[in-house]
């Protein structure tokens, strides 16, 4: 395989020929008409101009590292189809992994050459040759510009090396213009679907709770049927769910959405002051209570007040808390009588309130009184679909409050959809916002989103190791558990479901654990830890 071609004399006519192609092609690239309209046309210039024929755009796939053949002109569907190719093979993977120029001056005579796409029999008989170029944008390699000729024809092989460098680099900018406004196109239509929902009080648009995943739904639909009610709700489910912004919902959609909001956070309070917090106190009940104070269900009268971490009330608190479920009233701190009170409550938790209940630590009667409605808000691994949306919006909030404008580069999107968010949406934002600062020439990078990830992951690893909180990792099925002592893996324990994902990402990746890990957002450590302890390592 050649890759370095001798110059030769031109004639006045070759200047022409590609003047003209390169016009048309800048032509075609401002024109108002797709990407594909674009490339296409490039392509048949390519061939009915200066005869590089069968010309083809080979693309990288997003996250992986393969290649297809995603524009051609003069090849048919099932040649297209077959136009696959590992980054390193063939002609084409070695342009793409080293960048440089290809020319096969005799397709027969290189063993290099794969005749994959285009058999060889449908071929002239005479000697073709195939040339590659590699298509860069900011020195970037997305993909590969390719076409055969006829050895024999008398234009210079680096003419055509020329013109197709010149032509690989228009289509460069055309793929980027089109995935900008791509990602415009989608922030508009996320901005679109956002302003529709908000003119319809009965949507969850109005509230900030995006998604469309089934999961998601059956909460919504949920939250939707009891608000009307006077019913207790409590919301369930893992930190950074969206907890309050369901319990909002709730109001908004309740009969009393002129009333007050009130939220408070029980373990965000230290237990000493959470009482005077919750039910105020009157003046001289303690040390520093000069004045008479109102406390937040008071204060939440005729309305809703949100209980957040309801699982970590003291055990006083929770009688006391009984109390104003049963007897609607509360009784100041330092004070003797009833103020009644028409408070609808919702609490949240992210604990298992009936094992707390099994130890001692949660009153039943308080558990069956808050349980009368439970509604559990699914983990961003089980809402298929929504983290694009989510993404997206956090995207342009980030873009608003930092004064960017900034897009999601190649595979981006399906890298952060891959992900298993054990900080849920919360986690989300927090990386969107991250990725938007540290993002070079207005596009966030797939190796950006990577570095991220890999950052976070570390945050928790030193737990995977062992600490005294949480749930134990399950071990492999065939060996007998070392110990009950639990431990708490940061992001995410290992769980017996977690085996096809590991298989998959191993198999993609050829059996490479580095990057099999770098797929799934884990370090190297993390990923052999999770092998370990489900047993694959010897698979």
């Known amino acids: 395989m050649t890759i370095s071609i001798k110059p030769t004399t031109t004639t006045n006519a070759d200047e022409d020929v590609e003047l003209l192609i390169i016009y048309e092609a800048s032509r075609l690239m401002t024109h108002n008409g797709t990407a594909d309209e674009a490339i296409n046309g490039i392509l048949r210039l390519m061939s009915q101009m200066i005869g590089l024929n069968r010309g083809r755009v080979t693309l990288k796939d997003d996250d992986m590292d393969t290649l297809s053949i995603r524009y051609s002109y003069g090849l048919t569907p099932p040649e297209r189809a077959r136009g696959h190719y590992v980054i390193g093979e063939g002609v084409t993977g070695r342009v793409m992994q080293t960048r440089q120029v290809a020319v096969v001056q005799n397709i027969d005579d290189e063993p290099v050459y794969l005749t994959r796409a285009v058999e060889r029999g449908t071929l002239p008989q005479e000697t073709v ?4 170029v590699p298509i860069l944008y900011n020195n970037t390699p997305l993909g590969v510009l390719g076409a055969h000729r006829l050895r024999g024809r008398k234009r210079p092989f680096s003419r055509d090396i020329n013109l197709l460098q010149v032509l690989a680099t228009l289509i460069a900018q055309i793929l980027s213009l089109s995935r900008l406004i791509e990602e415009k196109t989608a922030l508009l239509a996320d901005e679109n679907r956002a302003l529709k929902q908000a003119l319809d009080q009965k949507t969850e648009g109005t509230h900030g709770i995006l998604g469309e995943s089934p999961a998601l739904r059956h909460a919504l639909r949920q939250a939707l049927h009891v608000s009307p009610t006077q019913a207790t709700v409590l919301l369930t489910g893992e930190s950074g769910t969206g907890k309050e912004r369901f319990a909002r919902l709730v109001h908004i959609t309740s009969q009393l959405r002129d009333g007050p909001f009130m939220a408070i956070n029980c373990a965000a309070i230290p237990e000493a002051l959470l009482e005077s917090e919750l039910f105020g106190h009157e003046k001289g009940a303690f040390t520093g209570a000069v ?6 269900i008071e204060l939440a009268n005729n309305g809703t007040l949100f209980l957040d971490e309801i699982g970590d009330l003291a055990l006083d ?6 109390h104003v479920l049963e007897k609607r009233a509360i009784k100041r701190v330092g004070g003797t009588q009833d103020i009644p009170v028409n408070v609808r409550i919702i609490a949240a938790t992210h604990k298992n309130l009936q094992k707390a209940v099994n ?3 949660f009153r039943i009667d308080l558990f069956y009184r808050l349980n009368v409605f439970p509604i559990h808000l699914p983990p961003l691994r089980e809402r298929g679909g929504d983290v694009s949306h989510l993404a997206r919006h956090f995207l342009q909030r980030a873009n608003h409050e930092f004064d960017r404008n900034t897009v999601f ?7 952060l959809d891959g992900y298993n968010w054990p900080g849920n949406i919360r986690q989300l934002e927090n990386i969107v916002k991250r990725a938007v600062l540290i993002a070079q020439n207005r596009e966030i990078t797939i190796d950006d989103v990577i570095l991220i990830l ?23 099925p065939s060996l007998p558990s070392k110990s009950h002592q639990p431990t708490q893996r940061g992001y995410g324990w290992v769980r017996a479901d977690e085996t096809q994902g ?5 198999r ?11 797929t799934l957002g884990m370090t190297p450590r993390q990923f052999r830890y999770r092998l370990e302890r489900l047993g694959l390592l010897a698979q």
């Not at 004045?291 to 937040?296: D, E, H, L, N, R």
């Open 317 to 322: 608190l929770q009688s006391k808390l009984l």
């Open 359 to 361: 130890e001692g630590q």
């Open 502 to 506: 590991l298989l998959d990402a191993l």
């Open 129 to 132: 040759a195939f040339l590659a």
């Open 291 to 296: 004045v008479k104070k109102q406390g937040i």
């Open 508 to 518: 993609q990746t050829g059996g490479n654990k580095t990057r099999a890990a770098m």
């Open 454 to 476: 890999q950052h976070e992951s570390h945050i928790g690893e030193h737990l995977e190791a062992g600490s005294t909180k949480s749930v134990a990792p399950i071990e492999p």
């Open 409 to 415: 580069g190649p595979g981006v999107l399906e890298r």
